[in-house]
């Protein structure tokens, strides 16, 4: 990707996440121990689950429609993210060559199950991911974080980075333009032309902080950062963990899957 | 009996490497006055504005701020008592959605959260932005972001009202908006521009700086139909004003 | 090169993240204690910096191919270990939510893997002792070039650690090594090449923010400390390491420690009942695997067919199957069914 189309990327990510539908309105920290809760059970499955996982494609896509988020900016993010998953998890089909099913009379090795598991692992915490803050904004996840105990001086900051973000973005991106403006090709966008962007990027970033710093003093300043925030849990969260806790519980530990399938089977034998 | 507010006493600076920026300014502003700064490119004019504040230091010579004499001890006091607005907003506006933004400055001196939300409200209808209240500050305009900065100054409820630059990025509707609004304040106002129509219309007087030092400091009918001076300083006669003379 | 989640057993995403918070905790409270007020934007402006830099591409001499900044090693020379462990932190935080790069359970391990070594191995051990005065470019441009390398080595070592500990790939350590390191010594030397060039630069034209800025946090008093939470952090990446090899390694973790215990490959009912998974948690405590690293891979695999993967006959893998895309369909029609009550919702 090119730097503007990642930054329109963000950008189009951060307006999704301003939207106000039943998922966006529910608390912040509902929606991180949720997510976090998915996450871990998605990755605890083994290695050569695959069925299991299934079900678990419920979350996102009700995430999605729910909070009104477009499937395929969804899928596009999935499938733009750097594939270092995809690249270790190739290597399983090459070097788990043992037969263990015969699908339509196509033997399939362990390890096409193990990668097509990791493939399946992959979508679902990316997406989840990506839906978190798409659908709770950022600054909202730093609230979440900081309420659940994370240090305030560590939110401060990283709330401080999202504000700059973009003001940053749009900097790099003028002097980004004035570089291939006048670099013809690619003499002009060595690593030495490059060292150089960079250190410009970097001293006018610090004279930012500065007169940054002075805004802040200038309003009263003192080492700590108010915060009017005070979300109390509503019942509709209480519903939300408690829905999700028990989807994740079921879909964890009950096969549907195969289950499903079985019933399936039974009513067309 | 109008008291003076703001008292520059022959006051030196220079930047760390050396530039001499205030070369021995002094003036003296009135409660409830409008001044304008002027000057060149380069005059000092910023670096003036960065004084009132505490946030530069004077080398030498002496800065009087209401019934303090500007030191590191009085600043905190003297910040409470201006307002500065930058020249540029994005700096200012550094709070992740508008209504925190604003109300950052009444909690930090103490305000109680209800009386907050009463004057972070008042300052949004006050500038015209009240429905932006939810907004993250990098999805607003540029005339917006002025606006909210300059709220986020008056929510504090400040003596003086410093403004660094208000219009440079504001298309003609939103400049006009900015100069109806700041005409409205009863502040005591002083406010650094290139704009000279715009410090015509809303400051009375005008004090034009050149090399760190006074060069002219009277009415601002008299001081910006004073074509030579004017151009000696790198600026012209007010569009306004061309207009009469022509 | 980040870590993903997909390839992460829970117990190496945990180790890891408890390294990470312990630290971040740690660090967030070494700099209260010395703050000067205006790190924090310093610190969000520089983080919005790094993270706007990375995303320009630059062209890698001699290759064609576009490189792109890491950041670590020039946040700690500028801001020094505490503050740019923090910022790095951050910036991948942003990176995990905003562009999914790895996800939520591998930033952990992504934070330790480019915050930690950067900051609180290869800053006090390798740059700050070998770049003396900071005043001479060459010796800048050495130093960083040695810090990036270890750096990167040290954090992608620890990629294909934390992956084999999670044993969800099938890439045996040495092949693994000998992908990931070659590369990020590569990666490493551009890095070295860009530290160096942003440090000299700043150096030669505004030196007092290097002065002002890292020589102000001192390095001093915290080094003793800062050795056992070293010697802590490592401890506890060994051990969490160990532990997850129990619960996660071929053939399949729990699967895997129920089945030696019970003795049978196929568990009655179901297989991944709460019992079992608590009997499992309890036994992986209990002993130790008698074979290593590879063998384990093989010596499951050649013989019979993994244990893990139920549906070996073939009545249940047909279920399995049919099952999979009948849940598939039930949940796009889900989908689509919210979706048009929405839009039905919206239009009125
Ligand atoms: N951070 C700085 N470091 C060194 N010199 C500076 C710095 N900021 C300003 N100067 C110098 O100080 C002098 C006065 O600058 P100042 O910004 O006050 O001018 P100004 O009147 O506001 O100009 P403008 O109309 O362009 O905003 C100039 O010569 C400028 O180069
Ligand atoms: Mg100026």
Request: some cysteine.
């Amino acid at each position: 990707m090119t730097f503007d189309e990642k930054y329109f990327d963000v950008g189009r990510l951060d307006r999704l996440s301003y939207q106000s539908t039943c998922v966006h309105q529910l608390d912040p920290r509902a929606k991180v121990v949720a997510t976090v809760l998915f996450l871990f059970t998605v990755i605890s499955f083994p290695k050569y689950e695959v069925g299991g996982l299934i079900p678990f494609f419920l979350f996102p896509v009700l995430l999605m429609t729910m909070g009104e988020i477009p499937f395929l900016f969804v899928v596009k993010k999935v499938l733009f993210v750097s594939p270092f998953a995809i690249f270790i998890g190739i290597f399983n089909p090459l070097l788990d060559t043992g037969t263990v099913a015969v699908i339509a009379g196509m033997p399939i090795s362990a390890g096409w199950i193990s990668f097509v598991s990791i493939i399946l692992k992959f979508s679902l915490t990316i997406s989840a991911a990506i839906l978190l803050v798409a659908t709770t904004s950022f600054p909202g996840v730093c609230h979440a974080l900081r309420q659940l105990g994370f240090p305030s001086l560590f939110t401060s900051q990283l709330l401080f980075l999202y504000r700059y973000l973009f003001v940053l973005m749009e900097e790099a991106m003028r002097i980004i333009r004035a570089r291939d403006m006048r670099a013809f090709g690619t003499r002009g966008t060595g690593i030495k032309v490059f060292v150089r962007l960079i250190g410009i990027l970097f001293l006018r970033t610090v004279d930012r902080a500065e007169r940054v710093y002075y805004a802040m003093l200038s309003r009263g300043f003192q080492g700590d950062m108010p915060s009017l925030r005070k979300s109390r849990i509503a019942m509709t969260d209480m519903a939300f963990m408690a829905t999700m806790i028990t989807f994740l519980v079921v879909f964890r530990f009950f096969p549907v899957t195969e289950e499903v399938g079985r019933f399936t089977q039974e009513l067309f034998r | 009996m109008s008291h003076h507010i703001v008292e520059f006493q022959d006051v030196h600076f220079s930047y760390p490497d050396g530039t001499i920026a205030l070369n021995g300014l002094s003036f003296k502003i009135f409660h409830g006055e409008s001044v304008g700064i002027v000057g060149a490119n380069g005059a000092g004019k910023s670096t003036l504005l960065m004084h009132m504040n505490g946030y530069l230091h004077p080398a030498s010579g002496r800065i009087h701020v209401g019934d303090f004499q500007l030191d590191s001890r009085t600043c905190q006091e003297i910040r409470k008592k201006v307002g500065l607005v930058f020249q540029n907003p994005d700096d200012q506006l550094f709070m992740p959605t508008v209504y925190e933004d604003v109300a950052f400055g009444p909690l930090n001196l103490g305000v109680s959260p209800e009386l907050v939300k009463e004057s972070v409200d008042q300052a949004l209808a006050t500038v015209g932005c009240t429905a932006l209240k939810d907004k993250p500050p990098h999805h607003l305009s540029s005339g917006q972001k002025s606006a909210v900065a300059i709220a986020a100054v008056i929510a504090m409820h400040p003596d003086i009202l410093v403004m660094d630059e208000p219009a440079s990025n504001l298309d003609p509707k939103s400049r006009r908006k900015l100069i109806n609004l700041l005409k409205c304040f009863e502040h005591t106002k002083i406010i650094a521009s290139h704009d000279l129509d715009l410090i015509l219309d809303v400051c009375r007087r005008c004090i034009l700086i050149r090399e760190g030092r006074v060069a002219a400091d009277g009415p601002t009918k008299e001081l910006l139909s004073d074509k030579a001076l004017l151009e000696e300083n790198n600026l012209e006669l007010p569009l306004s004003m061309q207009k009469c003379g022509a | 090169m980040h870590m993903a989640d997909a390839l992460l057993s829970p117990a190496v995403g945990a180790t890891f993240w408890a390294g990470t918070i312990a630290v971040s905790g740690y660090a967030s409270k070494k700099l209260k204690e010395q703050i000067d007020d205006k790190l924090i934007p310093l610190m969000g402006v520089l983080g919005a910096f790094i993270f706007a830099a990375q995303m320009i591409n630059f062209t890698i001499p001699g290759t064609g191919s576009s490189g792109h900044l890491g950041g670590g090693m020039i946040l700690a020379i500028i801001l020094g270990p505490y503050a740019a462990f923090l910022v790095m932190a951050s910036v991948l935080t942003v990176q995990a939510l905003f562009f999914a790069d790895g996800g939520l359970l591998a930033l952990g391990c992504n934070i330790w893997n480019l915050g930690f070594y950067p900051c609180f191995l290869v800053y006090p051990l390798i740059y700050k002792p070998l770049v003396g005065g900071g005043k001479n470019p060459g010796r800048i441009l050495v130093v960083s070039l040695l810090s990036a390398v270890v750096a990167l080595q040290l954090g992608a070592f620890s990629v294909v650690i934390a992956t084999l500990l999670s044993g969800k790939s099938e890439l045996p350590f040495g092949a693994f090594v000998l992908l990931m390191q070659p590369i990020h010594l590569a990666i490493g030397i551009v890095e070295g090449f860009v530290t160096a060039g942003v440090i000299n630069y700043v150096r030669s034209t505004r030196s007092e923010i290097l002065e002002s800025s890292a020589a102000t946090i001192s390095l001093g008093p915290a080094v003793s400390l800062k050795k056992v939470l070293i010697t802590f952090a490592v401890l506890a990446a060994i051990t969490g390491g160990a532990l997850s090899w129990f619960a996660s390694t071929h053939p399949d973790g729990l699967e895997w420690s129920i089945e030696r215990v019970t003795g049978k490959d196929e568990l009655p009912g179901q297989e991944q009942g709460i019992a079992p998974l608590l009997k499992g948690i309890q036994e992986k405590t209990a002993f130790l695997p008698d074979y290593g690293f590879k063998q384990a891979g093989k010596a499951s695999k050649k013989g019979e067919p993994p244990p893990a993967w139920p549906g070996i006959e073939g009545g249940t893998s047909a279920s399995g199957i049919i099952g999979a895309v009948i849940v598939l369909g039930m949940i796009v029609l889900i989908g689509m069914g919210i979706r048009a009550v929405r839009r039905r919702q919206n239009e009125q």
